[in-house]
């Protein structure tokens, strides 16, 4: 069995969904996610992006490209999980940019390009998720407002 189908089984079980309960979640049928679970078929990306948000969890964990089940959601969650220095960590406390804004110096706002609802952005061949683009957007400018 592939690790795509492990994990998804794996996962629906954890949460205690039966196949018929994560497919009316996802709007497929009970047979597409047997199917799946048993490397009959295999989801597309699409498909595995709504089972991912269906199990709290995400794509690349699904298809073994991560050992990390849980999105993170916040910075203070990011860095409890993460391996940098603790002074690094401490940099970017969560309450650093609430009510603050950036002055913009470049021509080019990295944010307009993140957030461009017509470009999907990946880097080094992952894909950067809407939770993703906030985690970054949230540190950069944590990062921006703590340097010196």
């Known amino acids: ?59 690349p964990y699904l298809q073994g490209e991560s050992n990390q089940p849980m999105r993170v959601t916040t910075l203070d969650a990011f860095f409890s999980n993460s391996k940098l220095p603790d002074d690094i960590k401490n940099l970017f406390n969560s309450t650093a940019t609430e009510n603050k804004k950036v002055k913009h110096t470049s021509p080019v706002d990295i944010k307009n390009i993140l957030f461009d609802e017509h470009v999907t952005p990946y880097f080094d061949d992952f894909v950067i998720y809407d939770d993703d683009k906030k985690i970054i ?4 400018i944590a990062y921006l407002e703590n340097r010196d």
């Open 137 to 140: 957007s949230a540190l950069i």
């Open 1 to 59: 069995m592939s690790i795509t189908a492990e994990r998804i089984k794996s996962l629906r079980k954890q949460k205690k969904l039966t196949q018929n309960e994560l497919a009316e979640i996802i709007n497929a049928s009970r047979m597409a996610i047997a199917n799946y679970e048993t490397d009959r078929n295999t989801p597309s990306f699409a498909m595995l992006s709504l089972i991912a948000d269906a199990l709290d969890t995400n794509v």
